[in-house]
């Protein structure tokens, strides 16, 4: 342990990895900003939490996240939450306590509607391993926020992504006009 591992800054990661763990994070992903802590404390953390042993496999990549048009709309709302409520630039850093709260606070506008683990439903994030993909591809250029000037909303654009880069909700209408112009042609 060097010499600038305080006393101080390790009771901050305890507290920073309680709430990260609480939450079930990934430790291979906490442990990129818990410095203090090794992975195995993450693990014991996480147990003694959860009663059971943290996920492992694949992290999830942002391209794969939305399987859906719609998911665009939930991922977006949650990345509108967290930039509301970052005191950093969004591209810039990682604000802890916002991303904690745009979690806590996505999830209370749809209890008990998202699918936490496979088969996953529409609404993404659908755990917090997704939340914090989501917000460390906007600090790393792979994900942008965007605003609509035809419906005055945000939207999110994942770089790399079978979707392109436009706004979902227009592209859904495009998609319903065109679809409601064939029924009345073939009427
Ligand atoms: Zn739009």
Redesign the pocket.
Known sequence: MNSQCTFEARLYDQYRAYQLMKRKLRTAMASKIIKNLRPTDLRNIYHAIHKKRPQSGMIPTIEAIPQARESFLYMALFASIYRSASRVSIKSALDLDAIIFAWDYFCTLFPNHIRERRPFGRIRPANFDEAWVIILAINNGFAEMGY??????N?LIIHGSKYLP??????M?DIRRHESAQTKTRC
């Open positions: 609509c000037t035809t419906c005055h909303r939207f436009v706004c979902q909700i227009c592209a209408d």
